[in-house]
């Protein structure tokens, strides 16, 4: 069973700088998708970013020039990062990270993140 943790979210000024983390273990393919969505109130949930086993990363247009995303693999554990800088007020939003291997799609129980201006 994938179990999916993030950390790292909290308050912090307009033009500063989050780093995001996520641990997803129980990881068995070989091929798999590690990603960050985030949904802000009264809106949809969107993609941030996502990499994947080869790491190949997509943004979301939303984090293009201001996301990074980076995986480290350790056995059967998936660790994600995300370093977001020049945060503005519209990046708040509680941010899961997901898991997708086989036909299967794990959710990590999400991270706030709030940015004042």
């Known amino acids: 069973q994938v179990q999916v943790v993030e950390s790292g979210g909290g308050l912090v000024q307009a033009g500063g700088s989050l780093s995001l983390s996520c641990a997803a273990s129980g990881i068995s393919a070989r091929f798999n998708v590690v990603a960050w969505y985030r949904q802000a109130t009264g809106k949809e949930r969107e993609l941030v970013g996502s990499i994947d086993s080869v790491g190949l990363t997509i943004y979301g247009d939303s984090a293009k020039g201001r996301f990074t995303i980076s995986r480290d693999n350790v056995e059967n554990t998936v660790y994600l990062q995300m370093q977001m800088n020049d945060l503005q007020s519209e990046d708040t939003a509680v941010y899961y990270c997901?898991?997708?291997?086989?036909?299967?799609?794990?959710w990590g129980q999400g991270t706030q993140v709030t940015v004042s201006s």
């Open positions: 997901n898991v997708k291997e086989w036909d299967y799609v794990y």
